[in-house]
């Protein structure tokens, strides 16, 4: 969630340099042909994205099994066969200090509109702080 909405959060418009690194920052965002199938993106209503949290491994194997509504719920009826573990792990992120001054301002701008969500909440302490922000106030 927090790659998509950092994806969201990042200018549309800038200087020609700004775009330039806004452009590798949105790439390096983006998931991975691997990470969309096991993420299993679908649409669920207007402007609302589901995707897969989970998936199941075979823990005498350790791979993934397919996740068909059967396997899943053979799965599920029989936790002492299989284990499950993030469909895709987090993935740390180095951005330069133009990008990150980007992405603390349009964070700060939302604070200021009262326009954060909770989805919000853990890149605006990853990038601002809360302490930071209270302090300021």
Known sequence: MDRILLQNLLPKEGTFQNLKLLREAREM????????RLLAFSSVGPNQVAWRQVVYLDKETGTP??????NIADAEANPGKYGFVEAVPPKEFEFGDVVIGLIVKEMQDLDVKEKLTDQHFGLFEAFIGVEENESSQ
Do not use: A, D, W
Not at 29 to 36: K, M, Y
Not at 65 to 70: R, S
């Open 65 to 70: 099994i397919e996740m068909t509504p059967e």
């Open 29 to 36: 965002l983006s998931f991975t042909e691997e990470e969309n």
